[in-house]
Nanobody, 116 residues
Framework: QVQLVESGGGLVQPGGSLRLSCVAS????????MGWYRQAPGKQRELVAV???????TAIDSVKGRFNISRDNAKNTVYLQMNNLKPEDTAVYYC??????????WGKGTLVTVSS
């Protein structure tokens, strides 16, 4: 059983920055694609950014140029650096580990609130 633990959320003013971290248990972290999702109040969960085992990244248009996903395989950790935060970025952010068999793993989330 893999456990994913997110951290780094909090309250930040518009224009500010936060870095989210997600630490995964298990010894094969390096082979899995990892992703960050978010769910705003009253909305469906949406994909934010993904990073493959080879380091290829993709992100949704609304965060391109502001958010950056990265990983440190030695630390079993995936990061989401969020800059120039906007009120519409307010959400619970979740980490996901993709599995080929479809049995993906999710963390419990960390809350990001962007407000003045």
């Amino acid at each position: 059983q893999v456990q994913l633990v997110e951290s780094g959320g909090g309250l930040v003013q518009p224009g500010g920055s936060l870095r989210l971290s997600c630490v995964a248990s298990g010894s094969l972290f390096r082979i899995y694609t990892m992703g960050w999702y978010r769910q705003a109040p009253g909305k469906q969960r949406e994909l934010v950014a993904v990073i493959t085992s080879g380091g290829t990244t993709t992100a949704i248009d609304s965060v391109k140029g502001r958010f950056n996903i990265s990983r440190d395989n030695a630390k079993n950790t995936v990061y989401l650096q969020m800059n120039n935060l906007k009120p519409e970025d307010t959400a619970v952010y979740y980490c996901k580990q993709y599995r080929l068999n479809g049995m993906d793993y999710w963390g419990k989330g960390t809350l990001v609130t962007v407000s003045s």
